[in-house]
């Protein structure tokens, strides 16, 4: 198995993915997340404010949540590795809007054979900016 880290394309194609599901995020567009995301019961996305054991509660809240930039303020740091041409991890570090907080996100992505990229796990949470030790 080839375990090859960054090869470009396949970092530029997991990227363009991300994009793609920010920016659904934003628009609200429901049909680009829920095809985000593994159709699974079991993929996980733990959010600020929900937690989605499985496809149908992850698409539950989608269809509840309002439209909008949502808690990000503004990008601090994104960071994607791939291992061969199958596997990625994002992990995007933010400002959250109107807080003192720095926001988390991570993404664990996988490519299947007769579905194309999924993710399958997914996580949001915040910190203070002052460290506790």
Excluded: C
């Excluded at 019961?41 to 496809?55: D, L, Q, S």
């Excluded at 041409?85 to 400002?95: G, I, S, W, Y």
């Amino acid at each position: 198995m080839d375990m090859t880290p960054n090869i470009p394309e396949v970092v530029a194609e997991v990227r363009a993915l991300f994009e793609r599901y920010e920016q659904a995020l934003i628009d609200k567009d429901v049909d680009v997340l829920d095809n985000t995301f593994w159709r699974s019961p079991h993929t996980i996305r733990y959010a600020m404010t929900e937690h989605g054991y499985g496809f149908d509660e992850i698409h539950a809240h989608r269809v509840a949540r309002p439209p909008g930039p949502g808690i990000k303020e503004k990008r601090i740091r994104l960071e994607i590795l791939t291992l061969g041409r199958d596997f990625a991890t994002v992990n995007l570090e933010f400002k959250v809007r109107g807080r003192d907080l720095i926001g988390r996100q991570s993404q664990t992505w996988v490519r299947f054979a007769d579905v194309g990229w999924k993710v399958v796990s997914a996580h949001v949470s915040a910190m203070n900016t002052t460290p506790l030790w």
